[in-house]
């Protein structure tokens, strides 16, 4: 193979590549806030249609490197937020389920 055509090809396997990670980069979930309560430190997220919230939980120490726990999806990121401070952050609302 000519080094004209290996050139051809590389840069067509290059603009493939440059595609595919690009359409996947348009994919991703954002990330819309984050902060902490009691023991532990959160990040809300939000999916890549808008559509559903969730929350990634660390143990503020861990934060933001070490293990986490992802929550469950949530329809308004009001939502979310209510579960962290009722279920991680120690708050005592009138939305948690054991008022």
């Known amino acids: 193979m000519s080094q004209k055509k290996l050139m051809l090809a590389f840069g067509s396997v290059v603009a493939a590549a440059t595609v595919l990670l690009t359409a996947s980069a ?12 009691g023991n532990y430190a959160y990040e809300l997220w939000r999916t890549d249609d808008g559509a559903l919230y969730y929350l990634k939980i660390w143990t ?3 934060y933001p490197r070490g293990s986490y726990f992802q929550s469950i999806s949530f329809e308004s990121s009001r939502d979310a937020l209510n579960y962290f401070d009722c279920e991680y952050g120690g708050r005592s609302l009138p939305s948690c389920p054991n008022n």
């Open 60 to 62: 503020r120490r861990s």
């Open 26 to 37: 348009a994919l991703a979930d954002f990330r819309v806030g984050n902060g902490t309560g």
